[in-house]
């Protein structure tokens, strides 16, 4: 047996150390805003009702027959898509229009439905 004193074994890191800096806070923000207004069915399926629309874009009255909802609940969804920068909301007397903002979508669109009209990026 070896007199010598063996160095304790050092545990290797759990993880290798990051390659480069956090995502900015404002972008982690702004993509957190982007995917929860996103994250409910209902608006997922009202961008693919405005996407698909001859001129596109609807109006709340478009939407409601589309769905079993009060025209109140349906504006509380395009609120909150208009607040995320989905929709572009266009005020023509005492309707009001919606249309995509597909700059806003450019992050995710890989992740919609490729039998949208949305142009989808390989």
Avoid at 54 to 83: N, R, W, Y
Wanted: charged share 20%.
């Amino acid at each position: 047996m070896s007199s010598a004193a063996t160095a304790p074994a050092v545990a290797p890191a759990c993880a290798p150390a990051p390659v480069g800096p956090p995502l900015p806070r404002v972008d982690a923000e702004q993509f957190a805003r982007l995917f929860k207004a996103l994250s409910d069915p209902t608006r997922l399926q009202i961008l693919s009702i405005i996407e698909v629309a001859p001129s596109g874009e609807a109006c709340v009255c478009d939407l409601t027959e589309a769905f079993d909802m009060t025209q109140p609940a349906i504006s509380h969804h395009l609120k909150i898509l208009v607040e995320a920068g989905v929709l572009n909301r266009n005020k023509r007397g005492s309707w009001v229009w919606y249309s995509l903002n597909p700059g806003q979508l450019e992050p995710v669109k890989h992740l919609l439905p490729k039998r949208r009209l949305l142009p989808i990026v390989s």
